[in-house]
């Protein structure tokens, strides 16, 4: 980038809510259905429909609130903002105007070891429009009202990036919070996700420059490649004298472009007012205290806890919380307390990962297995297997759901950690070696490893290795 | 006389009015808006605005699903349709 | 005019079949000249329902309001039944749902004889808003028995129809006097609830924060029976209060039991003509007779009623008539893009008024003039209120006119600020949620009908009904 340029970035983030129904009705808030099949009269905008606020979306708002440390306003109020689009039934969107239901909020980002607290403005809820269709026909649209009314949490930061890599750090942390308080399910391809992007630069010191906003980007990439499109955009037409015109612009993701959405006669003018259908949101303070006891850990929590509790490296513990779902299987492994913490989360982010990501799994495709692989990693804490035997093992299970016990035993995997065994082999592995010895006994420890190979390769790597190695040292001294 | 732009007013209400109603109407507003214009002579200072009659909270919703009608009954008064679509002249963004 | 509670008898008595007094109303509604209806409904489509009730008779377990024939404005959704609300944009519009109000009536046993005319989209005070022509009062005036004369609005069709007796009684919906201005000008009852007293879920919206359903009737009794099946608590609808509802039959002919005190406000009667200004008169000397309290009572609002009325009713309704745009229902007019189809749905689909009170609702909610005129609105509105609760404080009830005005001759009041003024004693009510009702009074000089307005405290239909009831039998009205 420019260094003579500074980026001044908001963000405006549209996480879809994980309820059963909408936020007005009644119909199944869920991706994939067929066309206009969760869509009922209220949704579809029929004369005489009136909306009725789903309690289940005040709850995750203020789950919300707590999580990203808003204040929870006690009252809001629901108001139409006025416009007209072939997926939008009611020729008005219902949304948080002028009192939204969270306000002055902020969260913790990470940037190359620096820590950066980025402001939000407010979060407001708001129904989802549907979706039109063109590549279907060349001549017409098809309109498909499913998701129309599904409930969005808008989450509208200050002007707080100052560049893409912070943009993405905040858009990976607020993600996995929303997913830790089960507020959204992250689902980015499906739209759970959606962020619009407000862009301007500026010199040091200068005053804000005119922004454009991006909208509507659901892939962490593209948001990258847009905005570093976009500022290069600005700066070149500063640079050459010109002025930017605050746009709207669209990001094409075939070209890497970003472009101007065609603009309209007159400015919009949303003619926001109060819904006359809807009352105002209550929210008392016995409410916010009972949704406050549902939230559980969140993230940042749960990494302070792993480190100075389970005694993990910071960038294990950190991979293990960054999905819910891999700390409750983390936990899940440990929670027999017969299972050193550290031992297990090296299993997790080692070999089950690399399991998991070959063959394109969630973890949540192997959770039925992790009894499974609790009796194995109890092995290992035991010394009743070797690591290397205990790998291969650990793809039985995964693989072939075997069980790790009865399979040591068909196949005599336990390890060797009889001591006159051991030193009956370590004596033997001794002979003939006189020039090793001498070599260690003058100082080389590489020598030692050699020696420790040799025994375990006479036990076909069943051999308890530190057995060995304690063996090894009283003999050659 | 009040400074209605009928043009920009019938734009935002996706109403076309040709030259003759459009100057109908802007004297009629003009009118009508004269005539409501009495209220700036009620002093509102401090007066909450009067959303709703009833000031009480909002009746909510369990968070349940309720299937209460088919694709069919939802598509039945459309103009244009196609496979289960509401069906509309191409949309250019 | 029979009641409810006679015809009730009749069937009981098995003096007439629920099929014979159903044909009785249908054949008599198919002649009616009055265009009060848009649709009427052929005995065939409702045999079913007439069975059931008929059944119920001869098990003498009939519901409230078995067998008996109604009106239903053509502003509630009807399932399998066209709902049009008097407009081209919704002319092929059959509902797959049944309006709260229409399913409570159809619960109790009534039998829908068809939908009423009413102005379009319920914006008119004459009913010659409607695309399908206006409705025509059945009063004459007796010195020009040519002339046709408006039934008044919006619910005209329903007033229109009931005082033919074309059907028993009508449900219409009254938003600043839609119910009370044609009761007035067609010589029957007519009464706004409280808002949230009826669920406004399946009712074409006009304003949302002012339209509420209520009955058209010939008699006060009638009224009650009707609002006992309409007035109930509905969970869709938002704003519908969940308070307990009373009987409202019980009390209806009875004396009071306590002292009752009327409020005559003098600033609603600074410029009435008078013929109005004797039904003032004529209703003051029977309540005395009754043994009423009058009081004098002044209002500080009167004069900003009607422009915060018609600043906040057309806002609410540009924003709820957004949604007829030709796409997903109604009228679509040619188009070759998205643009074009919504332009000619509405401007081809809504009628000259409705486009009027949209433009004026676009334009009070503009950038610019929000705070000037819907904020200020809003707050005039609480003034309105709370002007009614210091008066609540001394008086049971206010009684003023319903209408400044006898009926008008069909055609003859063009400009859109003097058909505004026809509810100026209805809209205050309105735009406070109290319950009033409109009570036939007397005839003016011409011979036409004119009624008298009862207003009560929230939620006190039941003591406004008994009040109406016994002033009911003063005027003598009906014989």
């Known amino acids: 980038m420019n260094n003579d340029w500074e980026l001044v970035i908001g963000l405006e983030v549209h996480a879809q809510l994980k309820t059963e129904s909408k936020l007005f009705s009644s119909s199944p808030n869920q991706f994939g259905s067929d066309p206009n099949s969760n869509v009922n009269f209220i949704d579809a905008g029929m004369p005489g429909m009136l909306p009725v606020m789903n309690s289940g979306c005040i709850e995750k708002a203020i789950k919300t609130g707590f999580a990203l440390n808003f204040q929870i306003n006690p009252y809001s109020v629901f108001e139409r903002k006025n416009y007209f689009y072939a997926d939008l039934p009611q020729g008005y969107q219902i949304s948080q105007f002028e009192y939204p239901i969270l306000t002055e909020g902020f969260v913790e980002i990470e940037t190359e070891n620096k820590v950066k607290k980025i402001r939000l403005e407010r979060a407001h809820l708001e129904q989802d429009a549907g979706k039109s269709i063109h590549d279907i026909d060349p001549k017409y649209s098809f309109i498909d009202l499913n998701r129309v009314g599904t409930p969005l949490l808008e989450i509208v930061s200050y002007p707080d990036f100052n560049s893409a890599d912070e943009v993405i750090s905040y858009l990976t942390s607020l993600r996995q919070i929303l997913m830790y308080i089960n507020v959204c399910d992250g689902n980015m391809q499906e739209g759970s996700l959606r962020a619009d992007v407000n862009l301007s630069v500026k010199k040091p010191n200068a005053e804000l420059g005119t922004r454009c906003e991006i909208k509507n980007m659901n892939s962490f990439k593209f948001i990258r490649q847009a905005i570093e499109y976009e500022s290069k955009r600005q700066i070149q037409v500063l640079e050459s004298g010109g002025k930017i015109d605050q746009n709207t612009l669209l990001f094409d993701t075939s070209t890497g472009e970003t472009r101007a959405m065609r603009s309209k006669e007159f400015a919009h003018d949303y003619r926001y007012f109060p819904d006359p259908d809807l009352l105002p949101v209550h929210i008392s303070e016995d409410q916010i205290e009972k949704v406050k006891s549902t939230i559980g850990e969140l993230p940042q929590q749960k990494l302070h806890r792993y480190v100075d509790e389970f005694k993990l490296e910071k960038d294990v513990a950190k991979i293990v919380i960054s999905e819910k779902a891999y700390a409750e299987f983390f936990e899940n492994l440990i929670s027999s307390k017969l299972i050193q913490p550290k031992l297990a989360a090296s299993w997790l982010v080692g070999d089950i990962f690399s399991f998991i990501k070959d063959k394109d799994l969630q973890i949540v495709d192997i959770t039925d297995k992790s009894s499974k692989i609790i009796q194995l990693l109890e092995m290992i804490e035991k010394g009743t297997i070797s690591s290397k035997v205990a790998k291969d093992i650990l793809i039985e299970i995964l693989q072939n759901n075997k069980e790790p016990v009865l399979l040591v035993k068909e196949l005599g995997l336990e390890q060797v950690s009889d001591n006159k065994e051991l030193e009956r082999i370590v004596v033997e592995a001794l002979i003939g070696e006189e020039d090793n010895i001498e070599k260690f006994q003058s100082g080389s420890d590489r020598v030692l490893g050699y020696f420790v190979g040799k025994c375990l390769k006479a036990t076909k790597g069943k051999g308890n290795p530190k057995v060995i190695n304690d063996l090894l040292i009283k003999k050659l001294k | ?93 | 005019m029979p009641t409810i509670k006679e015809i009730k008898n009749q069937l009981s008595n098995k003096n007439i079949s629920v099929q014979e007094l159903y044909n009785d109303y249908y054949n008599k509604a198919k002649k009616s000249k009055l265009n009060s209806f848009n649709h009427l409904l052929e005995p065939e489509y409702n045999k079913e329902n007439i069975n059931s009730s008929q059944a119920r008779y001869d098990e003498g377990k009939d519901l409230s309001l078995d067998g008996i024939p109604l009106g239903i404005k053509d502003l509630f959704c009807t399932k399998g039944v066209p709902t049009t609300a008097s407009s081209k944009i919704l002319e092929k519009f059959i509902p797959e749902y049944e309006s709260r109000v229409t399913q409570n009536l159809l619960n109790d046993g009534s039998l829908f004889l068809g939908k009423n005319n009413c102005d379009e989209f319920a914006m008119g005070s004459s009913n010659e808003t409607s695309f399908f022509g206006p409705v025509i009062n059945p009063w004459k005036n007796k010195n020009n028995t040519d002339s046709q004369l408006v039934p008044g609005g919006s619910s005209g069709g329903s007033a229109s129809a009931v005082a033919e007796g074309i059907c028993v009684a009508s449900i219409g919906t009254d938003t600043g006097g839609s119910i009370r201005q044609p009761a007035s000008l067609c010589g029957v009852v007519g009464l706004k609830p409280t808002f949230g007293s009826c669920s406004r879920w399946g009712v074409v919206a006009f304003a949302s924060s002012l339209d509420q359903a209520g009955p058209i009737t010939n008699s006060v009794e009638d009224a009650a029976y009707l609002l006992n099946s309409i007035s109930s608590h509905d969970p869709n609808d938002s704003t519908c209060s969940s308070h307990k509802r009373d009987n409202f039959i019980e009390s209806v002919g009875k004396s009071f039991d306590r002292p009752i005190t009327v409020g005559i406000p003098s600033d609603y009667l600074k410029d009435i003509n008078s013929d109005i200004a004797e039904q003032i008169e004529n209703t003051k000397k029977h309540l005395l007779k009754l043994n009423v309290n009058i009081v004098d009572v002044e209002f500080t609002t009167t004069d900003f009623a009607l422009s915060t009325y018609y600043i906040l009713a057309p806002a609410e309704a540009s924003s709820n008539l957004a949604r007829y745009d030709g796409i997903r229902y109604g009228y679509r007019g040619e188009g070759n893009t998205l643009e074009e189809i919504y332009i000619n749905s509405r401007s081809e689909g809504f009628g000259e008024e409705v486009i009027r009170r949209i433009l004026i609702g676009t334009y009070v909610l503009s950038a610019g003039y929000y705070d000037a005129y819907y904020r200020k609105a809003q707050k005039v509105r609480r003034l309105i209120k709370n002007d009614f609760q210091r008066i609540y404080n001394e008086v049971d009830f206010i009684l003023t006119p319903t209408t400044p005005n006898e009926a008008f001759q069909i055609g003859k009041k063009l400009d859109p600020i003097s058909m505004y003024m026809n509810d100026i004693f209805t809209v205050p009510t309105s735009l406070a949620g109290l319950p009033a009702i409109s009570l036939p009074s007397g005839l003016s000089n011409n011979g036409l009908p004119l009624g008298i307005q009862l207003i009560g405290n929230y939620f006190q239909e039941k003591s406004l009904l008994q009040m109406a009831s016994l002033l009911e039998k003063e005027f003598c009205f009906n014989e």
Do not use: C
């Open chain 2, 1 to 93: 006389m009040s400074d209605i732009n009928i043009k920009k007013v019938s734009y935002l209400a996706k109403l076309e009015l040709n030259e003759e109603k459009a100057a109908l109407y802007e004297k009629s507003l003009s009118e009508i808006i004269e005539w409501v214009d009495n209220l700036k002579k009620l002093d509102t200072e401090g007066v909450e605005p009067l959303h709703n009659i009833t000031e009480k909270s909002q009746n909510l919703r369990n968070d349940e699903v309720l299937k209460e009608n088919s694709t069919e009954q939802v598509l039945s008064n459309a103009p244009e349709k196609a496979q289960n679509f509401f069906r509309v002249p191409k949309v250019v963004e």
